[in-house]
């Protein structure tokens, strides 16, 4: 019998799919305080949770026979992926079945701002007024409606705009303009034509890229009584900057459903009678409810009997099929990948991956960790090693490989080459004895820096004084050198790789790429 575990609340379908099977033993803990939970787990094979359940140390530390985590829902904050990756616990999670529920909740916000809806209802509920004259409110018809992230949730919102006869500009960098055209909707590379709309809602996941995606300076730029929604993730906008355009009257409604800390009961936009909230139910729907147990009880069915882990976020290599020391490969390849992203943000229309040397036999094997490498910054959790291939067709990716025998300057070497609509980058690594990783080449550059933390890549005219001028301005803002690589090329340029122990503001990259001889300038965080 394999034994699976419901750690939290999930909708009945879902326990019966369980308590169906044969070979299921389902054992439904949700209503036990956590504490006792944690002493039920140790016999389990998978578990299933929500966001109620941390999955950390002290959790982990409970399952020693555990194969699998399904996260019954898209977002997997509460879990520690690293840790039950050291573990060997596949982590899964239900990223589509809560889809049109989150859609239809953002169009909820969005009608009940435009109309004034939750204030008219009040008015006459609780107050007993019937005042009309209070309650003039605007048509979405004709309205511009910007859209950021145009993804499987944003594009469906887009579509259901223009139903009501708005015009939906899509901003997404990492989507083919065909997929906005195609859903009628107007593509737009520039942030700014956004800012420039009568409703902005955001649909983007939450990484280092788009976390305070709107501040002060973004609304400083929006039309005077904008209207700004958010049913994606938490922190996208800036709390505070927010609720200052609230009160100024800069934006004139809000509707919120998510928070930067949850439960979000002590933020102060609650305060404001301009801001309509909800808390966090984008999944709140008797359907998605519904399918999001049924999908994680299969899920965990699955994983049980090893026959599938959908929808896996760490799914390993198979060690028995490939030697040991192309699992460091596999996490080289993915970190090229993840740099690649960050050098050309632009669409990707092909990839090509290059292994010399002894690692060339395995070049099929690195596919995978490349196409998640370079989708992660746009896709976060929405992407794994298991729908990994079938996203880069979905979105007309090529992907070449080619195996050469040997290198002439290292006994392995891996090359990706990303081709987008800016042009190509080319990054290659290495990895040395005793498992060190290095990048060892960005475009025409060599380099050798190992590929951790947040780094600064600087190219600029080969001229004496530039490398002081760097320092001098790093050091004025209290931003320390960890390590500093210089590499030159044929044409009298040259590519400073710069590691630091601090984030860089977009203050000190703008004066450091006021120099005169910088000729680009560029943050990445591996």
């Known amino acids: 019998m394999y034994r699976i575990v419901v750690c939290d609340h999930i909708h009945q379908k879902g326990l019966d799919m369980l308590s169906s099977q044969s070979d299921i033993a389902m054992l439904n803990l949700a209503t036990l305080p956590k504490d006792e939970l944690l002493k039920s787990l140790h016999n389990a094979d998978v578990a299933i949770t929500r966001s109620s359940t941390g999955v950390g140390e002290e959790f982990l530390a409970n399952v020693p026979n555990l194969k699998a985590i399904v996260r ?59 005042k009309r004259e209070d309650w003039y409110g605007t048509e979405l018809k004709g309205k511009r409606v910007g859209v950021i992230g145009f993804g499987n949730i944003g594009s469906r919102v887009g579509i259901r705009c223009k139903a009501f006869e708005a015009e939906v500009l899509a901003y997404d960098p990492y989507i083919h303009p065909s997929k906005a055209i195609n859903a009628g909707a107007s593509y737009v590379k520039d942030f700014d034509e956004i800012l420039n709309c009568d409703i902005i809602t955001i649909h983007t996941p939450k990484n280092a890229e788009t976390k305070n995606m709107i501040t002060a300076k973004e609304i400083a730029k929006m039309k005077d009584g904008v209207i700004l929604i958010n049913c994606a993730r938490g922190g996208l906008y800036d709390e505070q900057d927010l609720y200052d355009g609230l009160v100024s009257g800069k934006i004139r409604w809000a509707g919120i459903d998510v928070f930067e800390k949850e439960p979000g009961t002590t933020c102060k936009l609650l305060d404001l009678p301009n801001v309509y909230v909800t808390p ?78 002894e690692i060339s036999k395995y070049v099929d094997s690195l596919e995978t960790y490349a196409v998640v490498g370079v989708l992660k910054p746009s896709l976060d959790d929405k992407i794994n090693y298991v729908n990994a291939p079938f996203i880069a067709q979905d979105r007309g990716i090529k992907i070449q490989k080619t195996a050469l025998e040997g290198s002439k300057t290292y006994k392995n070497l891996i090359t990706l080459t990303a081709r987008t609509n800016n042009g190509s980058i080319s990054v290659s690594g290495t990895v040395f004895d005793d498992n060190i990783i290095r990048v060892s080449a960005i475009n025409e550059f060599e380099v050798l820096i190992e590929p951790k933390g947040r780094m600064l890549l600087f190219k600029n005219t080969d001229v004496p004084g530039v490398i002081g001028n760097v320092g001098q301005i790093l050091g004025k803002h209290q931003i320390n050198i960890a390590d500093f690589r210089l590499a030159r090329n044929t044409k009298k340029e040259a590519l400073a790789v710069i590691l630091v122990d601090n984030m860089v503001s977009a203050e000190v990259l703008q004066e450091l790429s006021g120099i005169s001889a910088c000729i680009s300038l560029q943050m990445v965080v591996i």
């Open 280 to 357: 966090h139910i984008g999944a709140n729907t008797l359907e998605s409810q519904e399918e999001i147990a049924k999908q994680a009880a299969q899920a965990a069915m699955e994983a049980a009997r090893g026959i599938s882990y959908p929808n896996a976020l760490n799914l390993p290599s198979n060690t028995a099929q490939i030697p040991a020391f192309v699992a460091q490969y596999t996490e080289l390849t993915q970190k090229l990948g993840f740099l690649c992203s960050q050098l050309d943000k632009s669409v990707l229309n092909s990839l090509e991956i290059t292994a010399q040397g």
């Open 72 to 130: 019954a829902g898209v977002g997997v904050d509460n879990v520690d992926i690293d840790a039950c990756s050291k573990q060997g616990i596949v982590v899964m999670n239900v990223p589509t079945a809560n889809t049109i529920a989150a859609v239809e909740l953002t169009m909820t916000h969005i009608l009940s701002a435009i109309r004034n809806f939750p204030g008219a209802n009040a008015q006459l509920k609780v107050e007993r007024k019937w």
